[in-house]
């Protein structure tokens, strides 16, 4: 038996366990899923034509359902550690850097499940006329990403309060504000401006620098929301 | 290949309210040591600090490899801990969970090394069975056999018998005889059954 | 602060008040030139807001440095004045916008960017409010503190990008725009302002410290037990 050590191992064996809890218990994709479709649903019944509703209202009302089912379900991963007590169990075993890269990777992957059921499902049911394609396709990818950068290491503190249900709405929604306006504002881009790309480049780039600050400055916080 | 656990001035308050206060004591290997008291009188607690799991208010807890200090991290590689807190993955199946604590610790590991670790602790017939299925004794089995699976130096056992009936026990003896011949075992219990482990290194009031 | 300072801050913001409606001149250019004094203050308390939340930043990452319980009551107080800054700047800006805009609130970026500050303190102190222990709500607060200051700076850098703003940009500290008189009576305001934080900050600093001295003691004493009553 040899031993090799590196967070990006810790964060892969994470995330594989992650998986398979969720293949076996199905809570987070459930709550998720369940949350986001239903709102569809009842949108599409609200909204669909002929009532008339312009494109930049369903375009914000997308992103503002799957930010509320990313609420409804990215604090799991770190409230079921707490929950079941293999909290202490994870923290002896792996680094605090590879849980978080380990539970970042899980919450994109529900992040990214989410909208593969959903974004098709809202564009059918209130009958979007899509104008560029591949622009909007990197936009969900971006933008459902950026939302589970910027709320993952919120979970985790969430997992360590009361009343959790209620708390990660309210403390999340501050700090997935960024990401959010800018994805609905790409959107609207992407769906009926003439410009498309040019038009929602510098969207894009302000989605990965987002990225590319809030994932450090989670690191750095989350060894001591973590550790006691 | 010299272990040693240094607990310097250790306390640790919640609240502003002292649970600990003021703990020193050292511990080289080989060797069974235990801490004693009562339910509430902070075993729990300190053995969590001396695990890393908890950081104390006060003092700190220094491993000694060779007279050379550990950093948190070589610090996780040469624990190993049972406690009934610290539970295991239930949904998944025995070698599920043996598997990731192996895969997460570094050590390569094919399936077949990980059912002849659950021979060992007769859990080979179960390996496929979620750990949610399993009888309190052979979780805690499971639980003593993740916790070593990365061998570690130094095992912490908190209360490491209650709720086992004698073969349990009697396994539980076994595991800290064979730990207690190359390094390092701490127990805290206030169990009379288990008073006989080791010498008292802390006796915690109440 | 001793009393010499109190009493200066109090004489020259009363000063500075005086100035702003009998030496400051209507501002012409706006729709009421009369009501357009009312930015003197306006803009100090914003200004004030942000400053805050700098410190309350600040004094988080010290915390969990060094994570000595004085460092959290630095940061949770900067936090509460911020809160309460942010109040006077919405609602001194609110008079003003209905008065120039003719109504109170236009999802401007600057207005969105202040209501944001006010949720992440009102989320920060929710967050203190639900966590019991208090190394812990210390931990917790100080995370959350530093990882809602990157986004909030995302967020003032970007809205303007999104949503067209009605304020004027970069008058105050090139002059472009403002004129000198005004310049002068808004940042004596804001010196004046800057005093009263200070005091501010170090009067709730002492309460604090008294309050966690109180519940010290408490915790020290000995629990009144039965078995020392003679019978």
Redesign the interface.
């Known amino acids: 038996m040899s031993r090799s050590s590196s967070w990006a191992r810790e964060a892969l064996a994470v995330f594989g366990k992650d998986c398979l809890l969720e293949l076996r218990t199905r809570v987070a994709l459930g709550a998720v899923l369940l949350f986001a479709v239903t709102s569809v649903v009842a949108s599409g019944f609200a909204l669909a034509p002929p009532s008339g509703v312009a494109g930049e209202v369903k375009a914000s009302l997308l992103w503002v359902i799957v930010f509320f089912a990313a609420i409804a379900g990215l604090s799991r991963v770190f409230v079921v550690e707490e929950e079941t007590r293999t909290a202490d169990a994870l923290r002896l075993a792996v680094s605090p850097t590879g849980v978080f890269v380990g539970k970042l990777a899980f919450n994109i992957a529900l992040m990214w499940a989410l909208c593969v059921v959903t974004v098709p499902l809202y564009l059918l049911l209130l009958e979007v006329p899509v104008r560029h394609w591949s622009l909007f396709v990197t936009v969900v990818i971006l933008g459902s990403t950026a939302l589970a950068c910027a709320t993952t290491a919120v979970g985790a503190i969430v997992a360590k309060a009361t009343m959790r249900g209620a708390l990660f709405g309210v403390l999340a929604f501050p700090v997935a504000l960024p990401p959010l306006l800018v994805a609905i504002h790409a959107t609207k881009a992407a769906w009926l401006s003439e410009g498309g790309w040019r038009m929602a480049t510098g969207d894009l780039q302000v989605l990965v620098g987002f990225m590319l600050v809030i994932v450090p400055a989670s690191l750095l916080v989350f060894e001591h929301i973590w550790s006691e | 290949m010299n272990w040693q656990i240094e607990l310097r001035r250790v306390g640790k308050e919640y609240n502003e309210r002292p649970v600990l206060q003021d703990i020193s004591a050292s511990v080289t290997a080989p060797g069974v040591w235990t801490i004693l008291g009562p339910n509430g009188s902070g075993k729990s607690t300190l053995l969590k600090i001396i695990a890393g799991l908890l950081t104390p208010t006060e003092g700190e807890v220094v491993y000694l490899h060779n007279g050379e200090r550990l950093n948190a991290q070589q610090r996780r590689q040469v624990v190993g801990m049972v406690a009934p807190d610290i539970a295991l993955y239930r949904p998944l199946t025995a070698i599920e969970n043996l598997r990731f604590f192996a895969r997460a610790r570094g050590v390569r590991v094919q399936d077949g090394d990980l059912l002849s670790l659950l021979e060992q602790v007769h859990l080979r017939s179960r390996a496929h069975d979620p750990v949610a299925t399993f009888s309190t004794g052979m979780v805690q089995r499971l639980k003593v056999l993740t916790a070593l699976v990365h061998r570690p130096p130094v095992l912490l056992l908190d209360e490491p018998g209650s709720n086992l009936d004698e073969a349990g026990m009697e396994f539980i003896r076994h595991t800290v005889r064979v730990q207690a011949e190359h390094g390092i075992v701490i127990v805290a219990t206030n169990d009379t059954r288990e008073l006989d482990y080791g010498e008292p290194l802390i006796q915690l009031g109440a | 602060m001793n009393a010499v300072a109190k009493i200066l801050t109090g004489v020259w913001i009363a000063g500075v008040t005086v100035a702003a409606f009998l030496w400051l001149p209507p501002a012409q250019g706006f729709r009421s030139p009369e009501s357009a004094r009312i930015v003197v203050f306006h803009v100090p308390c914003a200004i004030l807001t942000f400053v805050a939340f700098l410190v309350n930043a600040w004094y988080s990452w010290f915390y969990?440095r060094r994570?000595e319980p004085l460092l959290d009551m630095k940061a949770s107080v900067a936090a509460e004045l911020g809160l309460l800054f942010a109040v006077l700047a919405t609602v001194t800006g609110s008079l003003f916008a209905m008065e120039q805009w003719g109504s109170a609130w236009n999802w401007d970026p600057r207005e969105t960017s202040i209501v944001?500050l006010m949720?992440?303190y009102?989320?920060y102190f929710?967050?203190r409010g639900?966590?019991?222990?208090?190394?812990?709500r210390a931990?917790?607060s100080?995370?959350?503190a530093?990882?809602?200051?990157?986004?909030?700076v995302?967020?003032i850098w970007?809205?303007p990008?999104?949503v067209e703003s009605l304020h004027p940009t970069n008058t105050l500290f090139t002059g472009s725009g403002l004129d000198p008189v005004y310049r002068i009576t808004l940042w004596s305001f804001f010196v004046g302002m800057m005093a009263v934080f200070v005091w501010m900050f170090r009067l709730r600093l002492r309460v604090e410290m008294l309050e966690?001295r109180v519940?010290?003691r408490r915790?020290?004493e000995p629990e009144p037990t039965l078995t020392g009553v003679q019978p």
Do not use: D, H, N, W
């Not at chain 3, 639900?130 to 812990?136: C, D, I, L, Q």
């Not at chain 3, 530093?146 to 909030?152: E, I, S």
């Open positions: 969990l994570r944001m949720l992440v009102a989320a929710v967050l639900a966590v019991e222990e208090s190394g812990k931990r917790l100080a995370a959350y530093l990882l809602a200051f990157p986004a909030m995302f967020l970007i809205m990008r999104i966690a519940r010290r915790q020290t």
